[in-house]
C-alpha cells in the first residue's frame, strides 16, 4: 500500500475561484470570509485573485454552480482530471458530466482555466509558495497515517495499492471518493475548532478514515438495491431538517460512513473518543447511527463469516425497516 500527499495546483486554483466567485459566501455567508482572517498567506493570495473577481473563467465559474447539481463534491473531482497538457474527455465520469449539463460546458472551463494560468501566472505561484506547501505535507509526517490506513484495509476488509491525499489551502470542507480507480481523500484547511492549521493528528486520521470510506460506500445503491425503497427514503427524508446535506441518499451514506469510522475511533482510540464523536454525529442530525452502530458490533464479532463489509447491506436494511 502507498500513500501519496500533496497539493494540488488544481484544487488550490479551485478554492480561489470559490473565494473570488462568492461560491461558499453564498452558502455560508459571513462565517467562511472571517476563516482567512487570521492567516495571512491566504490573505495575501486573495487580495491578489480578487483583481480578476470578474475574469471571464469566475464568471462562467459561477454561472455554472447555480446549477446545484454540479456544486459540492463534482467541483474538485472535475478539477483534478484538468491537465494543461492533454485532457483525456472520455475519462471524465459520466455521473460529472451529466452534473456539469454535458461535456460541452467542461470543454469551455477547461478552456477558461487555460486562459487563466496563463493571464495570471497561477502554476509560478504555486510553485513559488512550495515552502508553504511542504510545510504543512512535513506535518502530517508524523501521524502514522500508513498504519491507520491498515487499520482501515483490516476493519473494512479491502485491500488498494494506492491511496492519495490532497491537502487543500481554500477549501473547509472534505471530499472523498476515487482518484485513478484508488481512495481519495481531500482535506480542507479547517479542523473541528476552525482552526486553520489542517487539524490534529486525531482530525486528520478521522478524516481520512472518513473520505477514503466514501470508495467503499458511494455505489451502495447500487449494490444494494432494496436501499433504494420507499420506506428506507422516507426515514431518512425525515432527519433532513437538521442536516447538512439536502439529498436523502448523500445523508444515508454519510450515515453508513461516519458508523464505520466510530467503530475505527472505538477501536483505535478508545471509548471516550468514541462517545465524544458519536454525540457530534447525534446532534448533526444523523439519528440513525445507534441501529448501524448495532449491525456493525455483530459483523466485528462474526467477522470471519463476512467476505467483505458489503455484507452487512442485508442486514442493515432489516434492522431500519423493523425500527
Not at 461558499?24 to 491578489?48: A, R, V
Not at 486562459?115 to 513559488?128: P, V
Not at 452487512?312 to 425497516?321: C, E, S
Request: aromatic content about 20%; some cysteine; proline content about 2%.
Amino acid at each position: 500500500m502507498k500513500l501519496t500527499s500533496s497539493f494540488s495546483a488544481n484544487l488550490e486554483l479551485l478554492g480561489i475561484l470559490q473565494y473570488i466567485s462568492g461560491y461558499w459566501s453564498n452558502i455560508f455567508g459571513d462565517e467562511y470570509n472571517t476563516y482567512f482572517k487570521n492567516n495571512i498567506f491566504l490573505q495575501k493570495t486573495i487580495t491578489h485573485y480578487n483583481d480578476f473577481s470578474n475574469d471571464p473563467l469566475v464568471t462562467f465559474f459561477r454561472k455554472m454552480t447555480r446549477n446545484k447539481k454540479f456544486a459540492y463534491d463534482c467541483l474538485p473531482r472535475l478539477f483534478l482530471q484538468y491537465n494543461r497538457n492533454r485532457v483525456s474527455y472520455k475519462d471524465i465520469p459520466e455521473e460529472i458530466v451529466y452534473r456539469a449539463n454535458g461535456i460541452r460546458n467542461i470543454k469551455k472551463l477547461f478552456s477558461l482555466i487555460d486562459d487563466f494560468y496563463e493571464k495570471t501566472g497561477f502554476n509560478c505561484y504555486f510553485i513559488d509558495n512550495k515552502n508553504y506547501y511542504d510545510q504543512h505535507l512535513y506535518n502530517i509526517l508524523d501521524y502514522d497515517l500508513d498504519l491507520h490506513i491498515d487499520h482501515f484495509e483490516k476493519y473494512n476488509q479491502v485491500s488498494f495499492s494506492n491511496y492519495y491525499l490532497f491537502l487543500n489551502s481554500f477549501d473547509f470542507c472534505n471530499y472523498g471518493g476515487r482518484y485513478h480507480d484508488s481512495p481519495m481523500a481531500i482535506i480542507g484547511f479547517i479542523d473541528d475548532n476552525n482552526r486553520i492549521s489542517f487539524g490534529n493528528k486525531k482530525h486528520i486520521i478521522y478524516y481520512i478514515w472518513h473520505e477514503f470510506a466514501h470508495s467503499i460506500f458511494n455505489d451502495i445503491f447500487v449494490d444494494y438495491k432494496k436501499f433504494n425503497s420507499r420506506s428506507i427514503k422516507n426515514k431518512i427524508m425525515n432527519t433532513l431538517d437538521t442536516n447538512f446535506y439536502k439529498n436523502w441518499q448523500q445523508v444515508f451514506i454519510e450515515t453508513i460512513i461516519r458508523t464505520t469510522v466510530l467503530r475505527l475511533i472505538n477501536q483505535c482510540f478508545g471509548y471516550e473518543p468514541y462517545l465524544k464523536q458519536l454525540n457530534v454525529e447525534l446532534n448533526n442530525g444523523y439519528i440513525y447511527v445507534p441501529i448501524i452502530n448495532e449491525v456493525l458490533i455483530d459483523y466485528e464479532i462474526k467477522k470471519a463469516s463476512f467476505d467483505s463489509i458489503k455484507d452487512i447491506y442485508p442486514l442493515v436494511y432489516d434492522r431500519l425497516i423493523s425500527s
